[in-house]
Protein backbone atom coordinates (compact mmCIF):
# COMPACT_ATOMS: atom_id res chain seq x y z
CA UNK A 1 0.00 0.00 0.00
CA UNK A 2 1.12 3.38 -0.39
CA UNK A 3 1.91 5.34 2.48
CA UNK A 4 1.79 9.05 3.45
CA UNK A 5 4.75 10.60 3.77
CA UNK A 6 5.37 14.63 5.29
CA UNK A 7 2.82 16.96 4.54
CA UNK A 8 3.40 19.32 0.88
CA UNK A 9 4.62 22.32 1.40
CA UNK A 10 1.46 24.65 1.60
CA UNK A 11 0.77 27.96 -0.11
CA UNK A 12 1.87 29.72 3.36
CA UNK A 13 5.35 28.11 2.47
CA UNK A 14 5.06 29.36 -1.80
CA UNK A 15 8.61 28.11 -3.05
CA UNK A 16 8.93 30.73 -6.02
CA UNK A 17 11.07 32.34 -7.49
CA UNK A 18 12.08 36.39 -6.71
CA UNK A 19 11.44 38.26 -3.50
CA UNK A 20 8.76 38.08 -1.64
CA UNK A 21 7.44 41.67 -2.58
CA UNK A 22 7.37 39.84 -6.19
CA UNK A 23 4.90 37.25 -5.02
CA UNK A 24 1.78 39.03 -6.56
CA UNK A 25 -0.74 37.74 -9.04
CA UNK A 26 -3.58 40.33 -9.39
CA UNK A 27 -3.73 43.69 -9.78
CA UNK A 28 -6.67 45.66 -9.86
CA UNK A 29 -7.65 48.09 -12.79
CA UNK A 30 -8.52 51.23 -11.38
CA UNK A 31 -11.02 52.39 -13.67
CA UNK A 32 -13.31 49.87 -12.66
CA UNK A 33 -13.67 51.99 -9.46
CA UNK A 34 -15.69 54.02 -11.19
CA UNK A 35 -19.36 53.98 -10.02
CA UNK A 36 -20.76 57.05 -10.21
CA UNK A 37 -23.51 55.93 -13.03
CA UNK A 38 -24.61 53.11 -10.52
CA UNK A 39 -28.21 53.17 -8.65
CA UNK A 40 -27.99 52.72 -5.25
CA UNK A 41 -28.61 48.83 -5.63
CA UNK A 42 -26.63 48.59 -8.54
CA UNK A 43 -23.81 50.02 -6.27
CA UNK A 44 -24.49 47.58 -3.32
CA UNK A 45 -24.48 44.68 -5.93
CA UNK A 46 -20.75 46.05 -7.18
CA UNK A 47 -19.67 46.53 -3.54
CA UNK A 48 -20.75 42.99 -2.74
CA UNK A 49 -18.76 41.85 -5.95
CA UNK A 50 -15.85 43.36 -5.46
CA UNK A 51 -15.31 42.20 -2.22
CA UNK A 52 -16.22 38.48 -3.38
CA UNK A 53 -13.52 38.49 -6.12
CA UNK A 54 -10.92 40.12 -3.38
CA UNK A 55 -11.91 37.59 -0.64
CA UNK A 56 -10.09 34.49 -1.83
CA UNK A 57 -6.85 36.48 -2.28
CA UNK A 58 -6.56 39.17 -0.20
CA UNK A 59 -4.02 37.54 2.13
CA UNK A 60 -1.24 40.54 2.04
CA UNK A 61 1.20 39.06 -0.62
CA UNK A 62 -1.63 37.88 -3.93
CA UNK A 63 -3.27 41.42 -4.69
CA UNK A 64 -2.01 44.55 -5.56
CA UNK A 65 -2.99 47.80 -6.79
CA UNK A 66 -1.20 51.05 -8.01
CA UNK A 67 -1.54 53.80 -5.62
CA UNK A 68 -3.64 56.35 -8.23
CA UNK A 69 -6.30 53.93 -7.42
CA UNK A 70 -7.17 55.79 -3.82
CA UNK A 71 -7.77 58.96 -6.03
CA UNK A 72 -10.01 57.43 -8.65
CA UNK A 73 -13.54 59.38 -8.16
CA UNK A 74 -15.65 56.29 -7.17
CA UNK A 75 -18.85 58.55 -6.60
CA UNK A 76 -20.06 62.08 -7.08
CA UNK A 77 -17.30 63.95 -4.95
CA UNK A 78 -16.17 60.78 -3.54
CA UNK A 79 -12.61 59.24 -4.28
CA UNK A 80 -11.82 55.59 -3.76
CA UNK A 81 -10.16 56.58 -0.48
CA UNK A 82 -13.42 58.53 1.22
CA UNK A 83 -15.29 55.43 0.51
CA UNK A 84 -12.89 53.02 1.92
CA UNK A 85 -12.23 56.06 5.15
CA UNK A 86 -15.22 57.89 5.56
CA UNK A 87 -19.12 56.95 6.54
CA UNK A 88 -21.27 57.78 3.44
CA UNK A 89 -25.36 57.18 3.37
CA UNK A 90 -25.07 55.73 -0.25
CA UNK A 91 -22.21 52.87 1.15
CA UNK A 92 -23.66 50.64 3.72
CA UNK A 93 -21.65 50.32 6.73
CA UNK A 94 -20.93 46.52 6.55
CA UNK A 95 -19.78 46.52 2.59
CA UNK A 96 -17.59 49.44 3.39
CA UNK A 97 -16.24 47.59 6.08
CA UNK A 98 -15.70 44.39 4.64
CA UNK A 99 -14.03 46.58 1.74
CA UNK A 100 -11.21 48.36 3.87
CA UNK A 101 -10.48 44.99 5.63
CA UNK A 102 -9.85 43.33 2.43
CA UNK A 103 -8.05 46.33 0.40
CA UNK A 104 -5.77 46.35 3.78
CA UNK A 105 -4.47 43.25 2.80
CA UNK A 106 -3.32 44.35 -0.68
CA UNK A 107 -0.39 46.04 -1.63
CA UNK A 108 -0.23 49.43 -2.80
CA UNK A 109 2.20 50.11 -5.73
CA UNK A 110 3.80 53.11 -7.29
CA UNK A 111 4.12 53.09 -10.81
CA UNK A 112 7.08 53.22 -12.89
CA UNK A 113 7.83 54.02 -16.21
CA UNK A 114 6.93 50.59 -17.61
CA UNK A 115 3.40 51.15 -16.35
CA UNK A 116 2.98 54.59 -18.08
CA UNK A 117 -0.43 53.97 -19.55
CA UNK A 118 -1.10 53.12 -23.87
CA UNK A 119 -3.71 52.73 -25.86
CA UNK A 120 -4.27 49.10 -26.50
CA UNK A 121 -6.56 46.51 -27.39
CA UNK A 122 -8.31 43.72 -25.43
CA UNK A 123 -9.88 41.15 -26.89
CA UNK A 124 -10.63 43.18 -29.99
CA UNK A 125 -11.63 45.78 -27.78
CA UNK A 126 -9.94 49.60 -27.88
CA UNK A 127 -8.78 50.85 -24.17
CA UNK A 128 -7.37 54.33 -25.80
CA UNK A 129 -6.98 55.05 -22.15
CA UNK A 130 -6.02 52.49 -20.25
CA UNK A 131 -5.71 52.15 -16.49
CA UNK A 132 -2.46 51.95 -14.35
CA UNK A 133 -3.48 48.92 -12.93
CA UNK A 134 -4.07 47.24 -16.18
CA UNK A 135 -0.66 48.50 -17.65
CA UNK A 136 0.96 47.10 -15.16
CA UNK A 137 -0.62 43.95 -15.32
CA UNK A 138 0.50 43.62 -18.77
CA UNK A 139 4.27 44.79 -18.72
CA UNK A 140 4.78 42.17 -16.13
CA UNK A 141 2.83 39.89 -18.18
CA UNK A 142 4.86 40.29 -20.92
CA UNK A 143 8.41 40.22 -19.00
CA UNK A 144 6.87 36.70 -18.09
CA UNK A 145 5.17 37.12 -14.56
CA UNK A 146 1.88 35.96 -15.63
CA UNK A 147 -0.69 38.57 -13.51
CA UNK A 148 -3.92 38.80 -13.89
CA UNK A 149 -5.68 42.18 -14.12
CA UNK A 150 -8.77 41.79 -11.84
CA UNK A 151 -11.61 44.19 -13.25
CA UNK A 152 -14.80 45.15 -11.15
CA UNK A 153 -17.62 44.11 -13.43
CA UNK A 154 -20.15 47.17 -13.95
CA UNK A 155 -20.38 46.45 -17.51
CA UNK A 156 -19.89 43.57 -19.87
CA UNK A 157 -16.44 43.07 -21.04
CA UNK A 158 -13.74 40.70 -21.75
CA UNK A 159 -12.76 37.79 -19.16
CA UNK A 160 -10.46 34.99 -18.64
CA UNK A 161 -7.15 35.28 -21.14
CA UNK A 162 -7.83 37.26 -24.02
CA UNK A 163 -5.31 38.50 -26.23
CA UNK A 164 -3.79 42.51 -25.49
CA UNK A 165 -1.98 44.27 -28.58
CA UNK A 166 0.18 47.46 -28.31
CA UNK A 167 2.01 49.01 -30.59
CA UNK A 168 5.05 47.46 -28.53
CA UNK A 169 3.55 44.11 -27.96
CA UNK A 170 1.25 41.52 -28.33
CA UNK A 171 0.48 38.84 -25.39
CA UNK A 172 -2.43 37.06 -23.50
CA UNK A 173 -3.55 38.44 -20.47
CA UNK A 174 -5.86 36.89 -17.55
CA UNK A 175 -8.92 39.31 -16.80
CA UNK A 176 -10.48 38.24 -13.71
CA UNK A 177 -14.46 39.32 -13.28
CA UNK A 178 -15.62 36.38 -11.46
CA UNK A 179 -14.13 34.21 -8.98
CA UNK A 180 -15.06 31.19 -11.31
CA UNK A 181 -11.73 32.07 -13.28
CA UNK A 182 -8.98 31.69 -10.67
CA UNK A 183 -8.83 27.76 -11.63
CA UNK A 184 -8.07 28.42 -15.28
CA UNK A 185 -5.72 31.60 -13.63
CA UNK A 186 -3.64 29.24 -11.77
CA UNK A 187 -3.69 25.94 -14.64
CA UNK A 188 -1.63 28.63 -16.94
CA UNK A 189 0.69 30.14 -14.27
CA UNK A 190 1.76 26.15 -14.22
CA UNK A 191 2.14 25.68 -17.69
CA UNK A 192 3.09 29.18 -19.47
CA UNK A 193 5.79 29.37 -16.93
CA UNK A 194 6.68 26.03 -16.19
CA UNK A 195 6.52 25.89 -12.99
CA UNK A 196 9.44 23.84 -11.19
CA UNK A 197 8.50 20.42 -10.01
CA UNK A 198 8.96 21.36 -6.07
CA UNK A 199 6.10 24.61 -6.59
CA UNK A 200 4.12 22.09 -8.45
CA UNK A 201 1.93 20.82 -5.60
CA UNK A 202 1.60 24.15 -3.73
CA UNK A 203 0.07 25.74 -6.85
CA UNK A 204 -1.79 22.67 -7.58
CA UNK A 205 -3.93 23.26 -4.22
CA UNK A 206 -5.76 26.45 -5.77
CA UNK A 207 -5.84 25.26 -9.28
CA UNK A 208 -7.75 22.09 -8.58
CA UNK A 209 -9.32 22.95 -5.37
CA UNK A 210 -11.93 19.66 -5.85
CA UNK A 211 -8.91 17.11 -5.79
CA UNK A 212 -6.55 15.65 -3.09
CA UNK A 213 -2.65 14.77 -3.60
CA UNK A 214 -1.24 12.11 -1.93
CA UNK A 215 1.90 13.48 -0.26
CA UNK A 216 4.13 9.92 -1.28
CA UNK A 217 3.04 11.12 -5.43
CA UNK A 218 6.88 11.91 -7.15
CA UNK A 219 7.68 12.88 -10.74
CA UNK A 220 10.27 10.71 -11.60
CA UNK A 221 8.09 7.51 -11.62
CA UNK A 222 7.05 9.24 -14.73
CA UNK A 223 9.05 7.77 -18.18
CA UNK A 224 8.56 11.25 -19.49
CA UNK A 225 10.56 13.83 -18.38
CA UNK A 226 8.56 16.52 -15.97
CA UNK A 227 8.52 19.05 -19.05
CA UNK A 228 7.14 17.38 -21.66
CA UNK A 229 4.51 15.21 -19.32
CA UNK A 230 3.37 18.72 -17.53
CA UNK A 231 1.13 20.01 -20.42
CA UNK A 232 -1.02 16.90 -20.54
CA UNK A 233 -0.95 16.69 -16.80
CA UNK A 234 -2.32 19.66 -15.86
CA UNK A 235 -4.99 19.08 -18.71
CA UNK A 236 -5.86 15.81 -17.28
CA UNK A 237 -5.59 17.17 -13.77
CA UNK A 238 -8.22 20.06 -14.95
CA UNK A 239 -10.50 17.52 -16.80
CA UNK A 240 -10.99 15.91 -13.35
CA UNK A 241 -11.30 18.19 -11.41
CA UNK A 242 -13.83 19.70 -13.66
CA UNK A 243 -15.88 16.72 -14.98
CA UNK A 244 -15.13 13.69 -13.14
CA UNK A 245 -17.68 13.36 -10.24
CA UNK A 246 -20.44 15.22 -12.37
CA UNK A 247 -19.85 12.82 -15.31
CA UNK A 248 -19.94 9.51 -12.71
CA UNK A 249 -23.51 10.91 -11.42
CA UNK A 250 -24.88 12.23 -14.81
CA UNK A 251 -23.92 8.81 -16.29
CA UNK A 252 -24.98 6.68 -13.17
CA UNK A 253 -21.85 5.07 -13.16
CA UNK A 254 -21.60 3.74 -16.86
CA UNK A 255 -17.82 3.74 -17.30
CA UNK A 256 -18.09 3.80 -21.31
CA UNK A 257 -20.00 7.18 -21.03
CA UNK A 258 -17.25 8.93 -18.70
CA UNK A 259 -14.70 7.24 -20.87
CA UNK A 260 -16.34 8.31 -24.07
CA UNK A 261 -16.75 11.84 -22.17
CA UNK A 262 -13.01 12.53 -21.59
CA UNK A 263 -12.39 11.21 -24.65
CA UNK A 264 -14.25 14.36 -26.51
CA UNK A 265 -11.92 16.37 -24.15
CA UNK A 266 -8.44 14.50 -25.73
CA UNK A 267 -8.39 12.34 -22.72
CA UNK A 268 -7.76 8.77 -22.31
CA UNK A 269 -9.14 7.39 -18.65
CA UNK A 270 -10.78 4.03 -17.85
CA UNK A 271 -10.89 1.71 -14.48
CA UNK A 272 -8.45 -0.67 -13.60
CA UNK A 273 -9.51 -4.24 -15.55
CA UNK A 274 -10.94 -7.09 -13.96
CA UNK A 275 -7.76 -8.88 -14.40
CA UNK A 276 -6.05 -6.44 -12.07
CA UNK A 277 -8.22 -6.43 -9.54
CA UNK A 278 -7.75 -10.04 -9.13
CA UNK A 279 -3.80 -9.39 -9.34
CA UNK A 280 -3.17 -8.82 -5.31
CA UNK A 281 -0.04 -7.05 -6.38
CA UNK A 282 -1.29 -5.02 -8.89
CA UNK A 283 -4.32 -4.06 -6.78
CA UNK A 284 -2.40 -3.70 -3.61
CA UNK A 285 -0.10 -1.11 -5.76
CA UNK A 286 -3.46 0.99 -6.12
CA UNK A 287 -4.12 1.49 -2.75
CA UNK A 288 -2.89 4.58 -1.51
CA UNK A 289 -3.15 6.16 2.21
CA UNK A 290 -3.91 9.77 2.60
CA UNK A 291 -4.71 10.98 6.20
CA UNK A 292 -4.11 8.14 7.49
CA UNK A 293 -7.28 6.55 5.82
CA UNK A 294 -6.50 3.94 2.82
CA UNK A 295 -8.20 4.82 -0.37
CA UNK A 296 -8.27 2.75 -3.62
CA UNK A 297 -7.10 5.00 -6.71
CA UNK A 298 -9.27 2.89 -9.23
CA UNK A 299 -9.21 4.87 -12.39
CA UNK A 300 -6.40 5.84 -14.18
CA UNK A 301 -5.90 8.44 -17.12
CA UNK A 302 -3.04 7.68 -19.80
CA UNK A 303 -0.46 9.66 -21.08
CA UNK A 304 0.28 7.43 -23.98
CA UNK A 305 -0.58 3.78 -24.92
CA UNK A 306 2.20 2.03 -22.88
CA UNK A 307 3.48 4.16 -20.26
CA UNK A 308 2.59 7.00 -17.93
CA UNK A 309 -0.31 6.62 -15.78
CA UNK A 310 -2.23 9.08 -13.28
CA UNK A 311 -3.99 6.74 -11.35
CA UNK A 312 -6.98 8.58 -9.23
CA UNK A 313 -10.19 7.57 -7.03
CA UNK A 314 -13.73 8.11 -6.71
CA UNK A 315 -15.41 10.83 -5.33
CA UNK A 316 -14.51 10.30 -1.22
CA UNK A 317 -17.77 11.10 0.19
CA UNK A 318 -16.15 11.46 3.49
CA UNK A 319 -13.36 14.11 1.82
CA UNK A 320 -15.99 16.52 0.80
CA UNK A 321 -16.08 14.89 -2.35
CA UNK A 322 -13.28 15.20 -3.30
CA UNK A 323 -11.21 13.06 -5.92
CA UNK A 324 -7.53 11.43 -4.48
CA UNK A 325 -4.97 11.73 -6.78
CA UNK A 326 -3.08 8.81 -5.58
CA UNK A 327 -0.16 7.50 -8.22
CA UNK A 328 1.99 8.92 -10.70
CA UNK A 329 3.91 6.38 -12.43
CA UNK A 330 5.37 4.66 -15.97
CA UNK A 331 3.18 1.81 -16.05
CA UNK A 332 1.76 -0.07 -12.73
CA UNK A 333 1.26 -3.76 -12.44
CA UNK A 334 -1.78 -5.35 -14.28
Same mark, same amino acid.
Given at each position: ??????????????????????????????????????????????????????????????????????????????? $??? =? +??? #?????? %?? &?? /????? *?????????????????????????????????????????????????????????????????????????????????????????????????????????? $??? =? +??? #?????? %?? &?? /????? *?????????????????????????????????????????????????????????????????????????????????????????????????????????
Amino acid at each position: MGSSTKSRATWEGWPVRGDADDWYRFVIDESSLDWRALSPEELRDVLDTFADLLDPLADGRLVAFMAPAYEVECLLSAT $FAD =L +LST #PDPRVP %RD &AR /VRLLS *LIGKCRSLDPGDDDIPQPVMIAGIPYPEPSWGLSHALARTAAGRTTSCLMVPTTPGPTGWVVAERADLETDIHILTNPSGLTDFWRQVIVREKIAETGFFVYADRA $FPN =L +LFA #PSLQFN %RF &AG /VYAEV *LPWLVKLLSAVNDHFSEALARHQGDHNQVIAEFSALGLDISPESSSTKKNARAWAQRLIEYDAVAHRCEWHGKRLWNYDRVHFSLPIRDLGGKVLIGVFHEHLDT
